[in-house]
């Protein structure tokens, strides 16, 4: 299996302007994750889906960010409009489900000008 | 307010001997417990777990070390190798099936 896919690896946008990140989990997990890492606050939960359906988003920093699921083996999280401080690594994580060990991503690193 | 708690940013040892990494929680509903461990550029990698019924895990040089009553867990890796240089997160998770990370320890580890 490929693992947890990514894209883009690395994203440099202007403030104002639409971000995607997009995540392709391992075939067979019900659990998708999403995730944040910053100097400041570590690695911080954002949303996470069940067989597609959100669970959790109540890490979701604000309106701006929006996550969705439309099927098993793609999943997005857009932030509209990007500011500065949403420059951040951004991983992916997937769970087959029953158990505990997540697998992550190699993550999205977002640069915000 | 942090539920999950590496108090130590940084951690260096000298190949061969013992590394201890700790970790404090705040939660006691928490049902196991996570080590992870992170390169540069990549995504953290699942090392060891420990559920909260046990108290010991180990898994060749790694052991991970449970104190429920303190609300504390540790990882230890002996001998430690040039290799074992990442950060490592700790993490714990309950019923609802997330992960809750602590800010990470980056251990370095010289020849």
């Known amino acids: 299996d490929a693992g947890v896919i990514q894209s883009p690896r690395h994203e440099v946008t202007e403030m104002g302007q639409e971000v995607t990140l997009r995540c392709k989990p391992i075939?067979?997990?019900?659990?998708l994750f999403w995730y944040r890492q910053t100097m400041m606050r570590g690695l911080e939960l954002l949303i996470y889906f069940n067989n597609n359906v959100p669970i959790d988003d109540s890490g979701m920093p604000e309106d701006r960010f929006s996550a969705k699921m439309p099927n098993a083996s793609f999943s997005t999280l857009k932030i509209q409009p990007s500011e500065p401080r949403d420059s951040a690594v951004y991983f992916c994580a997937s769970n087959p489900g029953g158990g505990n060990e997540q697998y992550f991503g190699p993550g999205t690193r977002l640069t915000v000008t | 307010d942090q539920q999950v708690k590496q108090n130590s940013p940084s951690l260096s040892v000298q190949e061969g001997r013992i590394s201890i990494l700790n970790c404090d929680y705040t939660?006691?509903?928490?049902?196991?417990f996570l080590w992870y461990k992170k390169y540069p550029a990549e995504g953290p990698t699942f090392l060891i777990s420990?559920?909260?019924?046990?108290d010991k895990n180990e898994d060749g040089r790694f052991t991970v070390f449970l104190n429920k009553s303190a609300k504390h867990l540790s990882l230890h890796i002996v001998p430690s190798q040039p290799g074992d240089s990442a950060v490592y997160f700790c993490?714990?998770?309950?019923?609802?099936?997330?992960?809750?990370f602590g800010k990470g320890t980056k251990l370095s580890v010289k020849p």
């Open positions: 075939s067979g997990h019900d659990y």
């Open positions: 420990i559920s909260s019924i046990k």
């Open positions: 939660n006691s509903m928490f049902d196991y």
């Open positions: 993490a714990a998770g309950g019923s609802q099936g997330n992960l809750i």
